[in-house]
């Protein structure tokens, strides 16, 4: 049996989700243009839109069928850059009223936008609409594929996702000496402008040159199941000699 080096892509593509925000939608049967899209993600994994009146979703009826672009990125100095992107198919609901105080405090980190007030506070204002899945198309670096509802609803984010998106950026912030010097001794090779890209429980994946990178994984000897565990491994790997 090869041993897990990194995460699933159901699980990958859920933790992808969760630090993604919508940037167009799409409606199924016009002939518009994807129009700019605003919101975030559930904890379920749906996309929820914040739509304002006038909006052509604003009055929908019967639950159209639309595509939501979700993009997942990552700053590396002066620099975004997406993680991935995925495309979310399937129908558009009203999120029911018991749920919009709990789905607005759930996607406003993604979606800072005074509107979500007027979602609380008014019933002619802003609407919060979620996408009821049908599958999911990814694009993360090399690889690509579709997840049908169940693959992807089932899954769940990596459960170390915080804690390693803080090391991740702290390592980025204070370190990137120490990891490039690192990197050096373990391939037997310089390694210039060396970022950390990814980081989970299976390992952490390195992004080397901003423009035109290359991508290299670093495998954990076996996964870690806390964050201890985690911090430890990434304080191993920075002292590689």
């Known amino acids: 049996m090869q041993p ?3 995460p699933p892509i159901p699980e990958r593509v859920r933790t992808l989700a969760a630090t993604a925000a919508p940037t167009h939608v799409s409606i199924s049967g016009t002939t518009g243009a994807a129009a700019p899209a605003k919101g975030g993600v559930d904890g379920a994994g749906r996309p929820v839109l914040l739509v304002l009146p006038g909006d052509p979703l604003y009055d929908a ?3 159209p069928v639309v595509t939501v672009d979700l993009t997942s990125n990552r700053s590396l100095g002066e620099h975004e850059l997406s993680r991935g992107l995925l495309k979310v198919q399937g129908w558009v609901q009203a999120v029911p009223e ?35 899945v049908g599958r999911v198309i990814y694009l993360t670096g090399p690889e690509s594929g579709v997840l049908d509802a169940e693959e992807y609803l089932g899954a769940t984010p990596d459960p170390l996702m915080g804690e390693a998106e803080r090391m991740l950026h702290h390592v980025n912030d204070s370190h990137r ?3 490039e010097t690192a990197l050096g001794s373990l391939l037997a090779a ?4 060396a970022w950390l890209w990814e980081l ?3 390992g952490a994946t390195v992004r080397r040159g901003v423009d035109d990178p290359t991508l290299i994984r670093l ?3 076996s996964p870690v199941t806390d964050a201890e ?9 920075l002292c590689h000699h």
């Open 4 to 6: 897990v080096t990194a």
């Open 61 to 63: 009826r019967d639950e």
């Open 98 to 132: 018991a749920e919009v105080r709990e789905t607005a405090v759930a996607i406003a980190e993604r979606c800072p936008d005074e509107a979500l007030f007027e979602v609380l506070e008014r019933t002619d204002g802003p609407r919060l609409l979620r996408v009821d």
């Open 177 to 179: 000496r120490q990891l």
């Open 190 to 193: 310089p390694v210039p402008e």
């Open 200 to 202: 989970d429980r299976f």
């Open 219 to 221: 495998p954990w000897p």
């Open 229 to 237: 565990s985690l911090e430890h491994a990434v304080r191993c790997l």
